[in-house]
């Protein structure tokens, strides 16, 4: 049975992308394969975030977990920041990673020229060092991630070859697994992906439903008025196409074939039926989560389960370098 391990950095609402790229996918691992998925909430703080946005998003993250189909009893759900060897493991694994590697890793380049680098905290520069240590943590072997996330986990089986080349066969080599349709744009700017910060251009799953209709009846689209997947020449209409295909589980021919003699409006109206049938019932669910009282509970037996196995994997790198 194989080890899967993904997470969400509870940074920002949860947007329909991350359902389509990732909660709507992680419940179909749990019954093949031994299957952990956390809340990464020490990778937030990689950035300033307010303490109490960062528990409402923790939580709402843990319940859009299970309101998305994950079973306690088969997925083992927790916050990264209540295991602590996470950040154990990270303290001995930043030594097998190089300033270099790190340096090159695209998305700290990306928020370096965004900013004032000099005002960047060491956590972002080393952020693919925790990373790497929250998959080898479980022994996974298969890590769903977006297409943003692949170079990290290249990094990581850099760091397995170039650690169990010095050690011995102790760390388990990861594969980066990408899910279809996990790469959601934003509505108001579809050059850029849905990521939480852009109240006009991202759906978020807590939106209320009429907010939701009015943001995809509002997406940018073109002039052309023919609905085609062209995502150079008509990124827009390509965007709600892939929405709208992965939300029905058929591929972009069979949903731009639907669409062959739409106008923009009766398309961008179906759509909006789609992504709303699909969030109704998850939002109702999430509220009953929240409200049931039942999210400590289950976050507590996760990480009391997540620690018995990644305590076997951190004393395996502790006495495999040294440390008593």
Do not use: W
């Not at 995809?216 to 073109?222: C, G, K």
């Not at 049931?292 to 370098?321: C, F, H, M, Y």
């Amino acid at each position: 049975m194989a080890r899967v391990l993904s997470g969400i950095k509870p940074t920002g609402q949860l947007t329909l992308g991350n359902y389509i790229g990732a909660l709507r996918r992680f419940p179909v691992y749990q019954n093949d394969n031994e299957t952990f998925i956390f809340i990464a909430d020490l990778h937030a703080l990689t950035l300033p975030i307010d303490p109490e946005l960062l528990k409402t998003n923790s939580r709402d993250i843990a319940a859009f977990y299970l309101a998305a189909g994950l079973d306690p009893n088969k997925t083992t759900i927790f916050l990264q920041s209540q295991v602590s060897a996470h950040a154990e493991l990270n303290a001995i694994l930043q030594n097998f990673l190089y300033m270099g590697e790190l340096s090159r890793m695209t998305q700290y380049k990306e928020k370096a020229l965004a900013s004032n680098e000099s005002a960047l905290g060491l956590g972002l520069f080393a952020y693919p060092v925790l990373m790497a240590s929250d998959i080898l943590l479980y022994d996974a072997s298969i890590v769903p991630v977006g297409e943003d996330q692949i170079q990290h986990v290249e990094l990581t089986r850099d760091l397995v070859r170039r650690f169990n080349n010095r050690y011995g066969e102790i760390l388990v080599m990861p594969e980066a697994k990408i899910g279809a349709g996990a790469r959601i744009m934003s509505l108001s700017d579809p050059t850029r992906k849905m990521s939480k910060s852009d109240p006009k251009g991202d759906i978020y799953l807590k939106d209320d439903l009429k907010t939701v209709r009015k943001k995809i009846m509002a997406a940018v689209t073109d002039s052309l008025g023919t609905v085609v997947y062209d995502p150079e020449r008509q990124p827009g209409v390509a965007n709600l196409l892939t929405i709208y295909a992965a939300l029905n589980d058929i591929d972009i021919k069979q949903a731009q074939a639907r669409f062959a003699n739409s106008q923009y409006g009766a398309f961008k109206t179906a759509v909006a039926d789609c992504v709303v049938a699909a969030l109704e019932p998850l939002q109702q669910k999430y509220h009953d989560l929240i409200s049931s009282g039942q999210l400590d509970e289950i976050l507590e037996k996760g990480a009391q389960r997540a620690s018995k196995i990644a305590v076997k994997t951190l004393n395996k790198v502790k006495q495999a370098v040294g440390l008593l």
